[in-house]
């Protein structure tokens, strides 16, 4: 009989994470430096020379520390502060952290955590937010100059770090056919060669459009409304590659592709399941409201195949004890899942919690609730109790005794919160994991109430607001006819492509003009030589963003780089004959459904700077001349006429201008709060989700991708991950110490990673391999370096999410 579970204390994580200390290395122990050997996907001969996808060429030196214990404190804030001051010195670092999420203030450009709804603090911003600020506001420029000292084949070969490092990009370029440099382009003639090329297409289709979350409501609705007047509805966003299956599978169970709950809600919850991500790095303010509702009575169950230190315990900076390293345990319970175990642990709970209810009618399930809300029980209950308590255990990793606690804790309180992230979404059966944990929340009637819901932890900043507001490659008819009712054209209806259809059409040469409204495309997608390959087919790509990345060295016959204010800074229309300067503001969505302003205020890192709306807007009008049915210059010169049209078109945008200059914004409609579920049943839907079948072969490992804390999505601001104690590399792979022993691998040992899948197989070389405290036959390692191994046709079939999260691979020591 295995032990009862014991609860998570600080400084401990199931025995395993208080116990593990490297062997065979000490705490400054280093990688020797050296030339990596090939990478599989080469250089390519585009037109502009050889260029390599997959730099750096060199290791830089690991050193491996101990996982810390506890999150944030008085290291984050001066890492902060450190990384503020190094990046863009006092004024432009420091202060814009003053105005950060305040409600006369700017948007973080980082997580889209949301903010609470009455008092904030002056400091409400987390490490990675003061990172992302400080990392828009850098003092350094890349000026013309900078590209005529380098040639794209030359910064191809800089690592992704020293490309973001070299600062703000100051002035447009261009990338002529057969040139070796960037070259200046003033921005009308920028704007006439990116109508020459979409004009010059057989089809409207024959272009796509591809739009970063950190895109703000106005350039969003201003880009997907330009994309259907231009004829198609190519529109892939960042949300195919990461919370797709979330909006799946929401939509299918609740009629809504949102999560449920409130900030309130979660310090109010009794019980919360923290599921497949890390909020020490990925969105750390999570961690105060966690805190609260701990010291409200909260029991806590984090479930994750890495220990993740903020998952354990927290240290609040804003507290005096904090600073001073006293922690609050987070996780009561931490349930250290097997890759893609997330179905069969919480198969297992259901079915804990439905054998108390056959034995004691009430004693599980919230009947009341379930039936008069709900639909397909009967066949969930058929499924759960068929189940095998081996199988479950097997396929997660999970002791029985433990799932029972959980299932106890469960049963003990409806006032459930499950919040998850991309851990559980990029599976080949990311609906199916999040489906699971909504059969919980519906069997325990946790739904439409405080303190209770579906918590989906969103990414970028405006990832969110970016869908609502029409971005979206398969629209709902009623967008497409309110957009005719306004706007008196035509949309489009055929459904279009998304981010994996896009890059497969340029590579089968469907697809020849590319434009992306920020981010980096080539490093977000899977398969990253292939996504080289299909962006060197295209005849132009054009890039939006405020510094340099990869996107702009792997590139079209022609290529153009569009530099746009951040959030921090000021977007003044300047004033004219006919009317004054107009001091522009935008908006954002944050994960909870909250709408409110973001206005920067600093001087622009160039007088050549443009908002996004603004060059969407004037995009729009040279593209589409005479067939425009907007006055697309008005509305570059003021964004209250986009916010108009918004009003027009968007559900619960109504009265938007004023709406959205109310101080802290407002809540958009969530049905599912109010018991109301837009499904084919008019009621929540119970599903049924089968175990999945693990095909590991011998020597075989299931490959999970995480970012490091020095990171937020491809953006690398360093190259260290405090909290898992790695520290000068990247390119490194996490195994448990039995598998490198049974596979002959000593810890700092430099392997080659080759993925399998479908008889294909893909190798990533030179990487260091790192003992970690991950389950057996699982591994670790950072995006986008391991996107190399990930095939872009490995998809979850429903929502076309890249399976990210659960790759096979095979490690063998480097020859």
């Not at 997660?396 to 804790?409: K, P």
């Amino acid at each position: 009989m295995s032990q009862s579970p014991q609860p998570v204390r600080e400084g401990s994580h199931n025995g395993e994470f208080a116990n593990y200390h490297p062997r065979h290395h000490g705490p400054h122990a280093a990688t020797e430096q050296r030339p990596l050997p090939c990478v599989e996907a080469g250089t390519l001969n585009t037109a502009h020379g050889a260029v390599d996808p997959l730099a750096p060429q060199q290791l830089a030196g690991l050193r491996q520390r101990e996982p810390e214990r506890k999150a944030t404190g008085i290291g984050a804030v001066l890492s902060s502060f450190h990384y503020a001051l190094g990046e863009a010195g006092v004024v432009r670092g420091v202060l814009p952290l003053l105005q950060v999420n305040q409600k006369d203030g700017f948007d973080c450009p980082g997580c889209a955590w949301p903010d609470p709804d009455g008092k904030r603090s002056h400091f409400d911003f987390c490490e990675n937010g003061a990172k992302a600020v400080a990392h828009e506001s850098d003092r350094r420029r890349v000026t013309a100059d900078f590209f005529a000292k380098h040639s794209v084949a030359e910064l191809s070969q800089q690592s992704d770090y020293w490309l973001e490092q070299q600062g703000r990009l100051t002035e447009p370029m261009v990338l002529r056919t057969g040139a070796t440099h960037y070259q200046p382009i003033s921005w009308a003639d920028a704007f006439a060669l990116i109508a020459d090329e979409l004009n010059a297409l057989a089809s409207p289709n024959e272009a796509s459009f591809y739009t970063s979350g950190k895109a703000t409501n106005e350039a969003a609705f201003a880009y997907q409304l330009f994309v259907r007047q231009f004829g198609t509805n190519n529109l892939p966003d960042c949300s195919n590659m990461c919370h797709e299956a979330s909006g799946t599978a929401l939509n299918h169970v609740l009629g809504f592709g949102k999560g449920t709950v409130k900030l309130e809600d979660i310090a109010r919850a009794k019980l919360i399941f923290n599921v497949g991500h890390n909020p020490g790095t990925n969105h750390p303010r999570m961690l105060s409201v966690l805190q609260e509702a701990k010291r409200n009575g909260a029991k806590i169950v984090a479930v994750n195949p890495l220990p993740e230190t903020g998952l354990i315990s927290f240290m609040q900076p804003q507290e005096v004890t904090g600073l001073l390293g006293h922690a609050t345990p987070i996780a009561d319970l931490f349930l250290q899942v097997r890759i893609n175990g997330d179905v069969p642990l919480f198969k297992g709970i259901l079915k804990a919690i439905v054998a108390a209810d056959d034995a004691e009618r009430g004693a599980g399930i919230d009947w009341d609730y379930v039936n008069a809300n709900t639909a397909g029980v009967d066949d969930l209950l058929a499924d759960v109790r068929a189940a095998s308590w081996d199988e479950i255990v097997r396929a997660s990793g999970i002791e029985r005794e433990q799932i029972e606690t959980a299932a106890a804790w469960a049963r003990e309180t409806g006032e459930i919160i499950c919040s998850w992230c991309v851990g559980i979404a990029q599976q080949y059966n990311g609906p199916g994991n999040i489906q699971e944990l909504l059969n919980l929340l519906l069997l325990r009637g946790a739904m439409a109430k405080p303190g209770a819901g579906a918590c989906c932890v969103r990414g970028h900043s405006n990832v969110q607001g970016d869908r609502t507001m029409g971005v979206w490659e398969r629209p709902q008819p009623e967008l497409l006819d309110a957009l005719q009712g306004a706007f008196g054209f035509d949309p489009p209806r055929e459904h279009g492509l998304d981010s994996q259809k896009s890059i497969v059409a340029m590579h089968e040469g469907r697809v020849k003009v590319f434009i992306s409204l920020g981010g980096n495309f080539l490093l977000a997608l899977p398969d990253t030589a292939y996504a080289a390959e299909a962006l060197s087919r295209t005849r132009l790509t054009v890039r939006i963003g405020t510094k340099l990345n990869r996107s702009d060295l792997v590139t079209g016959a022609q290529a153009l780089i569009l530099p746009c204010l951040g959030r921090t800074e000021a977007d003044v229309s300047p004033a004219t004959s006919s009317r004054p300067a107009i001091e522009q503001f935008v908006s954002c969505e944050n994960s909870m459904g909250v709408i409110q302003w973001s206005r920067g205020r600093f001087a622009p890192a160039s007088p050549q700077l443009m908002g996004e709306t603004a060059i969407v807007c004037r995009m729009a009008a040279a593209v589409l001349g005479d067939r425009a049915t907007v006055d697309w210059p008005a509305w570059a010169e003021n964004y209250d006429h986009v916010r108009d049209g918004i009003a027009k078109v968007i559900p619960g945008c109504h009265d938007y201008n004023a709406r959205v200059r109310h101080p802290g914004g407002f809540y958009l409609p969530n049905p599912p709060r109010e018991n109301v579920y837009h499904t084919d049943t008019g009621k929540a839907n119970f599903t049924v989700n089968p175990i999945p079948d693990h095909q590991l072969g011998p020597n075989q490992f299931a490959m999970t991708t995480v970012r490091s804390h020095d990171q937020y999505n491809t953006t690398i601001y360093g190259l260290h991950d405090r909290y898992r104690g790695l520290h000068n590399e990247r390119r490194v792979v996490m195994l448990n110490r039995a598998d490198l022993d049974e596979q002959g691998i000593a810890p700092h040992q430099l392997v080659d990673v080759t993925s399998h899948w479908n008889g294909q197989t893909r190798t990533a070389c030179g990487f260091v391999a790192v003992e970690f405290p991950i389950p057996k036959r699982c591994a670790a390692m950072y995006y986008p370096e391991a996107n190399v191994l990930i095939p872009v046709g490995s998809v979850e079939p429903l929502s076309n999410c890249p399976t990210s999260k659960c790759t096979i691979i095979s490690v063998r020591p480097t020859t």
